[in-house]
């Protein structure tokens, strides 16, 4: 069942790139940025995760879409009888504080990266309210701590060796702007496109 799972999502995380790539590299290049460097590697690698994120937390979309309001405001109230779900929470912020100070400079600040992260599950925790999912506080908990592991396990390395981030700086609007634009559309392509472009991918390929 879990192997069918993260298949799943991996098909998610395939199907949505092959759009969400070209539209980045888009960007890039709008900014005015060199395509072929680290920056751009991480960047997909960060769109990716995000993907995967919007996958397993079930983001509605406009085929899917219904209110269906549960709430859960006591913290860590199922950790010794689901403490897998905890941890995977955790795993799956992680990669999200790594990958932040390497794009983006904003994100140096762990207050920044802090807030970016706590505005990320809000956001996922509030659309869960359209879904049959529960709006869960104990999610925004592991999610920054996932994040905020994330975040120690690059900078410590980095300040131990001198490590210059984010990689590939630029002052450019890209730089400023880049991760709110990103997630918008993240945003628009997961909820208005990806129910229609996925479905219609697969049975093509397949």
Known sequence: MIMIRFLGIGM??????LMLA????????????????????????????????????????????????????IPLVD?????????????MFLPVGFLLPLLWDEYQDFRHLMGFCCFLTVFIEVAQVFTFRTTDVDDLLTNLLGAALGYALIHLPAKRWNIRLPLNID???????????????????????????????WDTLL
């Open 22 to 73: 070209p539209a980045a590299l888009l960007i890039l290049k709008l900014s005015g940025r060199r395509l072929k460097n680290k920056h751009m590697f991480f960047l997909l690698l960060y769109l990716c995760v995000l993907t995967g994120i919007y996958s397993v937390t079930g983001i509605p979309d406009i085929k899917d879409c219904s209110f269906d309001f549960t709430l859960n405001l």
């Open 79 to 91: 950790v010794l009888s689901s403490p897998d779900q905890y941890l995977l929470n955790i795993l």
């Open 171 to 201: 002052n450019d609007y890209e730089e400023k702007h880049g991760q709110w634009v990103y997630l918008l559309v993240l945003f628009l392509q997961q909820f208005f496109v990806q129910p229609y472009w996925s479905a219609f991918f």
């Open 12 to 17: 998610d995380c395939i199907s949505s790139m």
